[in-house]
Structures are given as C-alpha cells and as structure tokens.
C-alpha cells in the first residue's frame, strides 16, 4: 500500500505557525510554502481539503520540513526540494508530486485533482 509523505517547506511549532500566517496575510506572494497555500488559509486546514484528506482512503502523513529531515534521515532526504509530496512503498521513498509541480498548482481543487490522476499512472 502507498502512502503519501506531504513535506511543507515551513518549520514545526506554535510561533513558526503564527508567523507563517501573518505572512500569507501581509504578504501571500512571498510565502515560500505553495503547498501551505494550497491546503491551508492563514491559520487553518482549507475545507475542500480537510474534507478531501478525511474521505479518502489513502495513507497520508504530514510533515513540517525540520520533522522531515529529523524523522527520516535514513532516506535520501538531501535530494528534495521542499515542498514535496513523496510516496513511500516497500522499496523507499520516491517524488509523487514535485516542488516545480505543486508551483502550477492554484486551488486546493487543482491538488486534489493532481493527486488523484497521479495514483491513476501507479
């Protein structure tokens, strides 16, 4: 079975969260996270998304960038680009969704849509 790993391009912990929403307010443009954008508004889970996220059947799991690179340092986690979405499988871990892919993207619909044509060609 797959599992997808979502890897945000943002740090883990209350201040970094608070600090990352003020600057998708003052600033969204700026904001170096496009999948925050798209899953997330300035300090909560988009509803498209977390109902998407709650209704599936696939394995998700979430990661801030410093808990990614703490967690699963037996992977080959030099060689991404964050944000990214991975797949895990029995054989390790592999893009699923790059970062220059998740930049098309505009709407939390077009992610959705993105994920499941993806699973489709595995």
């Known amino acids: 079975m ?6 945000y391009n943002a740090r883990s912990g209350t ?5 990352d929403g003020v600057h998708k307010i003052v600033s969204p443009s700026t904001y170096s996270c496009k999948l925050c954008r798209l899953t997330h508004g300035a300090f ?4 498209m998304w977390k109902a998407f996220r709650q209704s599936t059947a696939l394995n998700m799991e979430f990661y801030h ?3 990614f690179l703490q967690n699963c340092t037996a992977e080959r986690n ?8 991975l797949s895990k499988t029995e ?6 969704l790059s970062k220059e892919e998740l930049e098309t993207l505009n709407t939390e619909a077009a ?12």
Request: net charge negative.
């Open 15 to 19: 201040l970094n969260a608070l600090l």
């Open 44 to 47: 909560q889970e988009r509803e």
């Open 2 to 7: 797959i599992t997808l790993l979502f890897v």
């Open 65 to 67: 960038r410093d808990e």
């Open 78 to 85: 030099d060689q991404w680009e964050f944000p990214v979405i």
């Open 91 to 96: 054989t390790g871990l592999n893009v699923f």
């Open 111 to 122: 992610l959705i849509q993105a994920i499941k044509a993806k699973l489709k060609t595995l």
